[in-house]
């Protein structure tokens, strides 16, 4: 059985959405050039590393874009549950991107605290000021869909996080040019740089634990396998196993072991098992395989034990 959130026409939300996606791309890599250039002639190690970080924004943006459109292929033989994970999969490439950039800046940080350099405080704040005005922009443009989506929204974090850092590296430059604080701009590609690993670390997990079809959060498995156990008739439930298809669909499959064969107990503790899972634990797929005491199943006797 495969199960499809969506149609396989694109609606109008989803053009949107794509079209936002697009401008945000474009913007974002005019800006890298913009502030690449500024940050060569300033001389400001912070407003490449702003620069270096707003390039993998637009390359994050390219890629839940393109990830996008593979996940609304439809299913076939091949691939019977479709490309719904495409996004899933895109999010983790964006995430280990951060993680990467982060640890590059924070490298390079510290190197320039040991070895500073002269640099240009107004062409800094002036670079930076329009740097800004534009993440702005295109955190505007990512924020709705990033609320549903997983993939978007590790772009979306991307953007946001780059957003500050134009705002650090503002802080920076008034720095310089009021004080003459040169250590403030490796400082500054610090704090990016932390805040960049942050984010990342704390949004990976998620994408990991679907890709490798661990138990959705909030769900219990010896609270489903209890739920089912419940039901008048049933006298063992096994094999059992819970993940997500993607961030909004769960899916179950288990052994129900009845002490009867009469069909329409069968029936009846189908259709309840199946109301339970979808309103207790908001599981609407589930592959319920019936059994009966005589029987054998090697996975009877093998119970899966929720880690703690």
Known sequence: MIVRRHGPGRTADTRGTDRRLIWAVVVNLLLTVAQVAGGVLAGSLALIADAVHNLSDA???????????????????GMTFGYRRAEI???????????????????????RLFAPIPVDGWLIVIIAGVALVIDLATVALTFRPARGSMNIRAAFLHNLADALGSVAVIVAGAAILLYGWTIVDPLVTLAIAGYVLWHAFREIGPAMRILMEAVPPGLDVAEIAAALSEIEGVTDVHHLH????????????????????????????????????AERFSIRHASLEIEFADEHCPEREKRLVAPH
């Open 242 to 277: 819970v993940w997500s298809f993607d961030e909004h669909e769960y899916a179950m499959e288990a052994h129900i072991l009845l002490e009867e064969a009469d069909l329409d107990r069968i029936r009846t503790v189908k259709k309840e098992a199946r109301r339970r899972l």
């Open 89 to 111: 999969v895109a999010a983790l490439i964006n995430l280990t991107t951060l993680v990467v950039i982060g640890l590059y800046l924070m490298s390079e940080g510290i190197a």
């Open 59 to 77: 390359l994050s943006l390219a890629i839940a874009l393109f990830a996008r459109r593979i996940a609304r292929r439809p299913a076939h033989p």
